[in-house]
Every structure is written in C-alpha cells, then in structure tokens.
C-alpha cells in the first residue's frame, strides 16, 4: 500500500490534500517527481505560490527539519521557487481574473 504524503517529515494534512488536488497521492509519487516537478504541479493546480511551503517540501524529502534551511541553501532554493513561479501558472484563472487581466490590472508576472 502506498504511503500517505503526510508520512514525509514536514508535509502534514493540509499538504497532503493540496498534493491530492495537483493529482499526487502518494509519498512514494512525491519522491519520484522531487520537489521541483511537484511543486510545479500545485501551482498548475491553483494552488497559491508561498516560499516557506517550497522548501518546506525540499527539506521534507531530504528528511531533514523545515527550519533547517538557511543561508546560501536559501538563497539558491528561493531562485528556483522564483523561477517556479514565472512559468507554472494555474491551469485556471477565476472570471475576475480573465477580467482583471483584459483591463491590464493584475501583473502577469504574478
């Protein structure tokens, strides 16, 4: 039987359900995909773009604390989740937002 996503260190049932919506329901499909390809998933999913959840999945599946990401490693992880979020936007936009983006109100680069 596969393992749930909560079973990965950090990742608890809120996580779980956000990687349900993005079509990951598994740790084991979680590691085979890593964090970037996962995460890309989410935000393709809807899911909200937030740093701190990155690499909280990055350092989950390295088994190691959330809070133990600092530094350079932070640096070079907030690079990626920058570069992420250019270019995984949700596969829907609400009809507020088609509107917004017709009269140019929103920024495109989110």
Not at 6 to 20: D, K, V, W
Not at 43 to 62: A, C, D, K, N, T
């Amino acid at each position: 039987m596969p393992a749930p996503i909560s079973s990965i260190r950090n990742l608890g049932p809120a996580m779980q359900a956000a990687f349900a919506r993005a079509g990951i329901n598994s740790a084991e499909e979680l590691r085979a995909l890593g964090t970037d390809a996962a995460y890309a998933k989410l935000l393709q999913s809807g899911h909200r773009p937030h740093f701190i959840g990155y690499y909280v999945i990055e350092m989950g599946l390295q088994g190691r604390p959330w809070n133990d990401c600092k530094g350079a490693e932070k640096t070079a992880l907030r690079k990626r989740f920058d570069a992420l979020k250019r270019v995984n936007k949700p596969s829907h936009d609400t009809e507020i937002e088609r509107l917004l983006d017709q009269i140019g109100v929103r920024n495109p680069a989110g």
